[in-house]
C-alpha cells in the first residue's frame, strides 16, 4: 500500500472515530481539533520526507 493511501485510510479512522466522541460529550472540541491538525502536519512532514528520498 503506498503511503499516500495509507495516510487517507488512517485519517479518515481517526475522523469516524473522534468527530462521534466530540459531538457526543467524551471529548472536547479542542482537544479534537488538536489532533486532527497535529496529524495533518505529520501527514505533511512525511509527504515532503517522501519526496525528498525519491
Not at 11 to 27: D, E, N, Q, T
Request: proline share 2%; aromatic share 2%.
Amino acid at each position: 500500500m503506498v503511503n499516500a493511501e495509507k495516510s487517507i485510510i488512517l485519517a479518515s479512522g481517526r475522523s469516524s472515530v473522534m468527530i462521534p466522541l466530540a459531538l457526543g460529550g467524551f471529548l472536547s472540541v479542542a482537544l479534537t481539533v488538536l489532533v486532527h491538525e497535529s496529524s495533518e502536519l505529520l501527514a505533511v512532514v512525511n509527504g515532503l520526507r517522501a519526496r525528498r528520498s525519491a
